[in-house]
């Protein structure tokens, strides 16, 4: 994976070791694999696109009219 790490640090402008957490994070969440090839891992992902949604806010409690 050195060539690969080395590449996508050159294209992200980050170093190569946070390059490396990044990579290995995403593969702690299951949005790649990490494939042996020789003595390197490859990052590999088997989609085209990623939806994410993420939220701005909290959601509010809701309110119970009872209580109230």
């Known amino acids: 994976m050195r060539d690969v790490r080395r590449e996508l640090a050159r294209l992200l402008d980050r170093g190569p070791a946070e390059v ?3 990579v ?3 593969e702690d ?3 790649l694999r990490l494939e042996q090839e020789g003595r390197a ?3 590999v992902v088997w989609y085209d696109e990623l939806d994410i949604e993420v939220p701005l806010f909290d959601e509010p409690e809701p309110v119970d009219e009872a209580s109230a």
Request: hydrophobic share 25%; aromatic share 8%.
């Open 24 to 26: 290995n994070e995403l």
């Open 20 to 22: 490396l957490d990044n």
């Open 41 to 43: 891992k490859r990052p």
């Open 29 to 31: 969440y299951g949005l």
